[in-house]
């Protein structure tokens, strides 16, 4: 039965304002790695196509006090979970980060991301890469069931790949995966009841790195068959938990599925997950976040707010994730307005002190780091290029003058023609930017005064949804966002001219360098080694160095801080979210 | 029968302009409406010259002292960036200000125009318009600005629009309640026997009576249009966040209200100091309009 | 004179009530025209603004997406057309569906608007037990302090932020003294710092005006009256007095509705509650036009609704309105 | 009227047999800070026995209501209070609490008060004032025995149909029943002493004379009674004694009787002059010292400029007026029907008729206010009604009104000056010669000058009054229409008010359409009068002819209604 889903239709222009993402690994998560080579048994435990190696300083980590040995896991027991924004969907089709944690706790990925960028065998047991890295093989897990009864098998796996990538059903259309695969994608065939095969138009290393991640989770069939509202409030997954409720406003309950038999092969203990129900409550506000956290009514906290870092940190158990790609920094403006000339974007580096604003404003919560072209988590990651622009007013300073803003006004900003120096800093609010975000600006605002720079903060309201006139070519200067994935997959959806076949939608800036394109072409097909690692330093430098066209500010880190009740918790390595089918609670 | 006349023989009349006037009219003022009077005045004066009352720039960022308990030198102690948080109320003082007055005054100029109609427009105009207002009324304040801001984005202009479409309609309804019963006072039946025309006798006996109870209800309204713009901030539909207004103070004090109480709760008391104090001034107009306060010696 | 037979009276009484309940619809129905023309004048295009929040990227949509969307919801159709079909749903209890959770209005409503109710009513009772307890404590002493210090009181009160002050008891009471849940919890206790948060303002109203008319009817002839006869200072505020002042408070109540729901929107969010607070203010920030809309119009009917009740109290309180 | 039965309340625990049922002496009462401090009452004395009728008589101000007040403790929480004695039923009462004096109230003291309509209490049936008593002291604890005892007592004074009336609220009885009700409710207990405070005032006369009748009755049966009013015809019909009172003093007191007929005191006589009649007719009320001062041939001149000769015999000739109004419950009241009259230069017709006969309407459509439904109106000949307003307009100067309630006829904002301004202004165009005619006005109706710059809420009734004449005749008018002008006024205050009127008629040449339903004022204003009874003229002719010697049912029960002052010898009579 060999039908298959060739793509004929590209799938519109898609993709994103960054997301925001988190993704990690808890440093708990090392230590039992091994586990995964023993669990995938016959799975040919390939590497994705990104580097090997983490750069030891962005580790994530697990910190703040150490849980006490609470002895053998014990199932039973509902876990509150706190968490931020609630989304409208919770069915996989919409591809907000944020609902990404959500669902791991009910869908499944092919393959599942394990730490050093590496993928294990989840609902595929295993892989074969030919035909010249332009065709997948998958051999599925037998005997998995959807929770809704549905058998889970090659069928299902070639229908969701159909949906993801299928424009007119915009019930199911998958905008994260189309940034993904749709420039290389050609067909999904089931090849068998339990094989899946994935053709290519060209080879590309990072094309498991894409299926690792949340929004690759495969849906029951039966599911992505209902109308939309229906799809939207009853996601059917295979995975360790199911949704029973979801009271808009307030909470999501889910329950264990009795029947999970699809760990992933990095999964740490086999059987059904230990914890009965999970309470799933959105509370976006920090400090009724905060206070449920403190008095015990949640064991789980996402989002750890920045004033309360230190106190998190030494009093309860805290994970932080660094996700992969492309970290927070700001896209600076390079085709238009006063950044057009190249050392006024390299004055803009110089005047940013990193290290105080980022320590200023997240409290510790997150590192700073000024290449704003990789995650430092992501291997590759150069170092140097985060050092390059090293904090030197003065140097600013100089490079303004021999631009010719040297004249300075009454209220001391330099003019040139008696232009002022004037910068817009436009940010989505309250969806990219956060309270936290706007110290981080304020701050930035006033280094920039100082050697004469002015800038202006312009909110987009979430209203304006992702079509803001703010961040149209030309209105802005200085735009924050981040674009969270596993590693140097991220150049590409930033970097390259096209996407899908369209303009890129992901760059705001306009700029898009021939020699970056190529290197970034010919990094997509390069294996992991030091080739390309060579090719990911070219483009860094090109990048920060060279154009400056990105102004880093720090990696994108999600925590979490688990009370003293919780045990066994950690980080997927995907997005950083808490695997719950491991964590269990003592009395 | 029990005439309530009032002997009014032993009242010494006070020419009005003169200095023992204006110190009876000063001691006709309880000393509680003083003390309003004196706070609404460092009020305008922060709102009009924040330079007077700031201690220091409220942009100035010293990273160093971030989050510093209220003392002698930050009497409201220091927000994340370490700026003064009391010249940060200061400087924020004029765009609250501006937001409860804007909107307070388009409220009542709409609710002139509604009233007049309503009150003096004849029975058809009267039944549309309070039908109108009866709709308007029940759409909750808030929840019709926040419809308006979904409709129409979220603006400083839109907010202040917003909160004046919500509260005009109190206003218009008060005003048309007060014209029909000032319409049918006996002073107006007095003045149209003496043969006046209509136009005289609604420019000289019907609108100015009319409006007077709206002078205190203004005041009145200031401190509320200020509280429902505030919590428009607060739920991050109003004006930018990086706005100086109150409720963006509030908003972003929130998060911190564990840690460094002072930055939610100094905001919030300025908001009702104002609002209390433009309470005080109101009600105080009112008795001396209603005529419950004269001025006189002895 | 013979008293009206029962059975006329109590025609004439439905009849008034059916008057009553037609001129609320009336109401609701131009609220609800009202709600429409607004929605039609939505800044952005509607279909855009469905489709980006549906693809959570800034790309662009293709005319044939967007004439998909707008046929889908039918925005191609003329606003005439658009109108009758949306009162025409109205009608039906068809609020529309959420452009981003494609599930109906109504159902997204319905399922919140239980702990508002909840919340907004119980703040009103509780406001009402302290302007009226407060009344009768103070209201008319001749002891000057203590009637400036309650007027203080109520207008503190009536100029003191919800917001701010739930978030101050939150932080006392909830996350640093425990005494009540931060979050869920047993759901009486849970209510109680909400519905004080919300009780404060509107008993700050309500005592104005209800110990105004208090005071002032303390003064009439008909409690010398009844002092005459032997009655107690306490018998005659309650007996007498209290009701006079009840009428006033009572209009006002029917205006508190709608000042609770707003409140509500904002105490919902301090304390994380569920609520149509939460759907509205989520539907506002994304411009989710047929939600708010939808929350405001049912708010709206509930406070025609409570309007009416307001008016059947009023007759039972005065009886002077049933004949 | 059945018998009131004496199933005799229990007298103060302790009472002294044969002591007087109330004595006071030395009573001072003052608001201010001490009992010295501008005291309200200044050292009042009296004893009350069984069967026996006190009557304190004074005009506003004078402390007589305060002293009445007082006998039951209800004198107000800030009020000082001193005696040098003071017992009822012989018992010392000076120290007494509210406790204490609660146990009195109603059960050893009842109370009527004016005004029944505010002194029942509007939301509460009227079996539950009227039981109130009972229920209070526990007399009677079962709900069927406090009806019954309700119903007998709203039979005993008269109130019909008293076991529907019990269930009804205040509003739907009639002012007689209310007051009748609110008497009922003082005797619920069967106390020894009721207490009337102005019982009649605000009743139409003939049911006055009613409720005066059933408190008579009362007093047979063996109560004391004290009687508190402004009114000495009212007083002389009941009184024993007499305590007459100004500012707090007693100015004189004694034998009903004789004081009537023999007043010692001049403010007494004042008084018994003040009060107008037939026989008052063409005699100033008031001692002659108020009398105008103004002179007024200037102010005629003026009246040259606008006056259109008179054609014809009539100022003012109504014919067939009819007018009807809309109640609330959609059916359409004549409030007149078919009025007619004329008013020749010079005269003054009076319109007597009670509350509800539709006089004050007949103002309304004489002044050209409303529209009549049929009839019309002709002012100096030409038609005032049934012509558009902006007709009317020029000729309003001829025609021009005064009102019970001057307050609420002066827009609050505005001075005494500018009040009258305002009219003035009409005539004269600048300010200073505004300002000159205007101060000439308030001359003329001798306001004092210092009050011209205050707000008419600073007056008082009769200042205000004075004002309203001022600016009545500030247009120099034909025609002046007074709607009951001295209804609220004191006696001595509405003398001089009737004296100012009558002065301005001889002044001024002008005419008065006098609307009262104060038989004695109309009588001693009017040349004719009319008689007006739901809305329909009941008689008309001479003033003497009618109020001496009515033909109609009607007019005679409204005369014989009237109180008189019963005084042997001087045999006043007021219609």
């Known amino acids: 039965m060999d039908q298959g889903f060739t793509q004929q239709d590209r799938p519109q222009r898609l993709a994103a304002k960054p997301l925001k993402a988190l993704g990690l690994l808890s440093a708990l998560l090392l230590a039992v790695l091994v586990l995964a080579g023993c669990a995938s048994s016959s799975a040919s435990s390939s590497s994705g196509g990104g580097f090997q190696g983490v750069t030891p300083a962005t580790a994530d980590q697990s910190l703040g006090a150490q849980q006490p040995s609470a002895g053998k896991p014990k199932p039973g027991g509902t876990l509150n979970v706190a968490w931020v924004q609630e989304p409208e969907c919770i069915d996989a089709q919409q591809d907000w980060v944020q609902n990404g944690y959500l669902y791991s706790q009910y869908y499944e990925q092919l393959v599942s991301a394990a730490p050093n960028n590496k993928v294990v065998p989840w609902l595929a047991n295993s892989w074969k890469v030919s035909n010249g890295g332009k065709t997948y093989t998958f051999q599925l897990k037998k005997n998995v069931k959807f929770t809704d009864g549905t058998p889970f098998n090659a069928q299902a796996v070639v229908t969701n790949f159909k949906d993801w990538l299928n424009p007119k059903n915009t019930a199911d259309y998958n905008g994260y995966v189309a940034v993904y695969i749709a420039d290389v994608f050609k067909s999904a065939v089931a090849t068998g009841p339990y094989t899946v095969q994935v053709n290519l138009t060209k080879p590309d290393v990072f094309f498991l790195d894409g299926l690792s991640q949340y929004a690759f989770g495969i849906a029951s069939p039966k599911q992505l068959s209902q109308p939309a509202g229906v799809q939207c409030d009853h996601p059917v997954g295979t995975g360790a938990f199911k949704v029973d409720k979801w009271n808009h406003g307030q909470d999501i309950v889910l329950s264990r599925n009795k029947n999970w038999n699809s760990a992933p092969a990095n999964e740490r203990h086999k059987g059904p997950a230990y914890l009965n129900k999970i309470d799933w409550r959105f509370v976006s506000d920090n400090n009724t976040r905060w206070g449920a956290f403190t008095s015990g009514q949640s064991q789980l906290l996402y989002d750890i707010p920045a004033v309360d870092w230190k106190q998190a940190t030494s009093r309860y158990q805290v994970l932080r994730h660094t996700t992969g790609a492309n970290p927070l920094r700001f896209f600076v403006a390079a085709k238009w307005g006063p950044l057009k000339d190249v050392r006024v974007r390299q004055a803009v580096q110089y005047a940013f002190n990193d290290n105080l604003a980022v320590q200023t404003a997240y409290r510790g919560e997150r590192i700073p780091n000024k290449n704003g072209s990789l995650s430092p988590s992501s291997p590759g990651y150069d170092n140097a290029v985060n050092n390059y622009y090293n904090y030197d007013p003065a140097k600013a300073e100089k490079l303004l003058s021999a631009a010719g803003w040297s004249h300075r006004n009454a209220q001391g900003y330099r003019t040139k023609n008696g232009k002022v120096l004037s910068l817009r800093l436009v940010y989505s609010a309250d969806v990219v930017a956060d309270s936290d975000d706007l110290l981080l600006f304020q701050i930035l605002q006033q280094e920039l005064q100082k050697v004469g720079i002015k800038v202006t903060l312009i909110p987009t309201p979430p209203s304006q949804g992702w079509a803001a006139p703010q961040d149209q070519p030309g209105q802005w200067d200085l735009n924050i966002g981040y674009w969270v994935g596993r590693s140097a997959e991220g150049f590409h959806t930033l970097w390259s001219p096209k996407l899908a076949g369209q303009p890129n939608p992901n760059n705001l800036t306009g700029y898009f360098d021939p020699v970056v394109t190529k290197l970034i072409n010919e990094l997509d097909q390069t294996p992991a080694g030091p080739k390309q690692t060579e090719l990911a330093h070219k483009i860094q430098v090109q990048l920060v160095e060279k154009d400056a066209v990105v102004l880093g500010v720090s990696g994108m880190q999600v925590t979490l801080a688990a009370g003293p009740k919780l045990h066994g918790l950690w980080q997927s390595p995907d997005v950083g979210e808490p695997v719950l089918s491991d964590a269990w609670l003592s009395k | ?298 | ?323 | ?575």
């Open chain 2, 1 to 298: 029968m029990s005439a309530t006349t009032v002997g009014y023989d032993d009242c010494v009349e006070l020419p009005f302009g003169s200095a023992a006037y204006w110190k009876a009219f000063a001691k006709s003022i309880p000393v509680g409406v003083w003390i309003a009077i004196v706070l609404v005045t460092l009020f305008v004066i922060a709102a009009v010259a924040p330079g007077v009352l700031e201690s220091q720039s409220p942009a100035a960022q010293d990273l160093t002292s971030s989050l510093g308990a209220p003392s002698l030198s930050h009497l409201f102690g220091t927000d994340q960036l370490g700026r003064d948080e009391f010249s940060r109320v200061v400087a924020g003082t004029g765009q609250s200000v501006i937001i409860g007055l804007v909107a307070t005054g388009i409220a009542v100029v709409a609710a002139i125009a509604l009233g007049l109609a309503a009150g003096l427009g004849g029975r058809w105009a009267d039944a549309i318009v309070s039908r109108l207002l009866e709709v308007l009324f029940s759409f909750p304040i808030l929840l019709l600005a926040l419809l308006i801001l979904t409709i129409f984005g979220a603006s400083l202009s839109t907010e202040i629009a917003a909160v004046a479409i919500g509260t005009a309609p109190g206003y218009a309804r008060m005003l048309r309640g007060q014209l029909v019963a000032v319409r049918d006072a006996g002073y107006v039946e007095a003045a149209r026997a003496v043969g006046h025309p209509y136009g005289r006798i609604v420019s000289q006996h019907i609108f100015p009576n009319a409006i007077r109870p709206l002078v205190s209800l203004y005041t009145l309204g200031i401190g509320q249009s200020v509280i429902w713009a505030s919590g428009l901030s607060f739920l991050g539909v109003g004006p930018p966040p990086n706005s100086p207004d109150w409720g963006t103070l509030l908003y972003a004090g929130r998060d911190y209200v564990s840690a460094a109480w002072w930055l939610e709760v100094a905001p919030g008391f300025v908001i009702v100091v104002l609002a209390v104090s433009v309470t005080v001034i109101g009600r105080h107009l009112q008795d001396r309009l209603e005529g419950r306060v004269r001025v006189s010696a002895g």
């Open chain 4, 1 to 575: 009227m059945s018998t009131l039965n004496t199933t005799a309340g229990s007298p103060v625990a302790g009472s002294v047999s044969g002591a007087p049922l109330v004595r006071v002496d030395g009573l001072r009462v003052s608001f201010g800070k001490s009992v010295e401090d501008n005291p309200v009452v200044r050292g009042v004395s009296f004893t009350l026995e069984p069967g026996r009728t006190l009557a304190i008589v004074g005009e506003s101000g004078s402390g007589k209501s305060v002293t009445a007040r007082t006998l039951l403790g209800l004198t107000g929480r800030n009020a000082k209070i001193a005696t040098d004695r003071f017992e009822i039923h012989g018992v010392d009462v000076s120290g007494y609490g509210d406790a204490q004096w609660r146990k009195l109230r109603g059960r050893d003291i009842g109370l009527v008060t004016q005004d029944a309509l505010v002194s029942l209490d509007q939301l509460r049936q009227v079996r539950q004032d009227v039981g109130e008593g009972p229920k209070i002291h526990k007399t009677l604890k079962r709900k069927q025995e406090l009806f019954a005892r309700v119903v007998e007592l709203l039979d005993q004074v008269g109130v019909p149909d008293p076991a529907v009336k019990a269930r009804q609220l205040p509003h739907e009885l009639s002012g007689g029943q209310r007051q009748r009700a609110l008497i009922a409710a003082a005797l619920a207990l069967d106390p020894g002493i009721l207490i009337a405070d102005e019982p009649t005032t605000a009743l139409d006369a003939t049911v006055q004379a009613q409720v005066l009748d059933l408190l008579d009755a009362t007093r047979q049966r063996g109560k004391a009674l004290i009687i508190i009013s402004h009114d000495l015809a009212v007083v002389s019909r009941l009184a024993d004694e007499l305590i007459v009172m100004r500012r707090g003093e007693v100015v004189e007191r004694g034998d009903a009787a004789e004081i009537l007929s023999a007043p010692k005191h001049e403010y007494t006589q004042k008084l018994l002059d003040a009060v107008p009649s037939g026989h008052s007719r063409g005699q100033r009320l008031s001692p002659s010292e108020t009398a105008s001062q103004a002179t007024v041939s200037d102010l005629k001149v003026v009246r040259a400029h606008h006056a259109k000769p008179l054609a014809g015999g009539n100022l003012l000739e109504a014919a067939g007026l009819v007018k009807s109004f809309t109640g609330p419950d959609r059916v359409a009241r004549r409030a007149v029907d078919n009025v007619s009259f004329q008013l020749k230069p010079r005269e003054t017709l009076g319109i007597v008729g009670e509350s509800g006969s539709g006089k004050s309407t007949v103002a309304k459509l004489v002044l050209g206010l409303e529209e009549p439904d049929e009839g019309h109106v002709r002012l100096a000949g030409e038609p005032w009604s049934g012509i558009k307003e902006k007709q009317r307009r020029d000729r309003r100067p001829d025609l021009s009104i005064i009102y019970q309630d001057p307050l609420s006829s002066f827009d609050p904002r505005w001075s005494v000056e500018r009040v009258v301004q305002d009219t003035v202004a009409r005539d004269i165009s600048d300010t200073v010669g505004q300002k000159g005619r205007v101060g000439e006005l308030l001359d003329l109706v001798s306001l004092p000058r210092g009050l011209r710059g205050r707000r008419p809420l600073e007056l008082s009734g009769g200042q205000r009054q004075r004002v309203a004449i001022a600016r009545a005749v500030a247009s120099s008018p034909r025609v002046i229409v007074c709607d009951e002008p001295v209804s609220a006024l004191d006696v001595s205050i509405q003398a001089q008010v009737l004296d100012l009127l009558g002065d301005l008629r001889d002044e001024l040449d002008v005419s008065y359409v006098f609307i009262s339903h104060d038989l004695g004022v109309v009588h001693h204003v009017s040349d004719r009068v009319l008689v007006l009874h739901n809305g329909r003229v009941v008689e008309e002719g001479g003033s003497d002819e009618v109020l001496h010697n009515p033909r109609e049912e009607y007019t005679q029960k409204l005369v014989s209604a009237v109180p008189r002052l019963r005084i042997s010898g001087r045999a006043q009579q007021v219609a």
């Open chain 3, 1 to 323: 004179m013979a008293a009206p037979a029962p059975r006329r009276r109590g025609v004439r009484a439905t009849r008034w009530l059916l008057i009553r309940v037609a001129s609320g619809v009336g109401v609701l129905w131009a609220a609800a025209t009202i709600a429409f023309l607004l929605q039609t004048l939505t800044q952005q295009s509607r279909a855009r603004l469905i489709y980006d929040q549906r693809v959570g990227n800034n790309s662009i949509p293709s005319k044939g997406v967007t004439a998909a969307i707008n046929h889908q919801y039918g925005f191609d159709n003329s606003v005439l057309h658009q109108y009758v079909s949306y009162i025409g749903g109205l009608v039906h209890g068809n609020f529309g569906v959420s452009y981003f959770q494609h599930v109906s209005v109504w159902s997204l409503i319905i399922q919140q608007i239980g702990p508002t109710l909840i919340l907004t009513f119980s703040a009103l009772i509780l406001a009402w037990v302290i302007a009226v307890g407060l009344t009768l404590l103070g209201a008319g002493r001749h002891n000057i302090w203590s009637s400036a210090i309650a007027n203080f009181l109520q207008m503190l009160s009536a100029s003191v932020p919800s917001y701010w002050v739930g978030t101050i008891l939150l932080v006392i009471f909830a996350v640093n003294l425990h005494i009540f849940p931060v979050l869920g919890g047993n759901p009486l206790l849970a209510l109680v710092l909400p519905m004080i948060t919300m009780a404060l303002p509107v008993s700050g109203f309500l005592g104005q005006v209800i110990q105004d008319e208090f005071s002032s009817a303390l003064e009439q002839p008909f409690v010398t009256s009844s002092r005459s006869r032997g009655i107690t200072d306490f018998g005659v505020r309650t007996v007498h007095v209290l009701r006079h002042s009840v009428l006033p408070g009572l209009t006002l109540s029917g205006w508190a509705v709608g000042y609770l729901f707003s409140n509500a929107v904002l105490v919902e969010q301090v304390f994380d509650r569920a609520g149509i607070g939460g759907v509205l203010t989520k539907a506002a920030s994304e411009g989710d036009v047929p939600l708010a809309t939808g929350v405001v119009l049912l708010s709206a009917a509930a406070y025609v609704i409570a309007n009416i009740v307001v008016d059947i109290l009023y007759v039972f309180v005065d009886p002077r309105l049933r004949a």
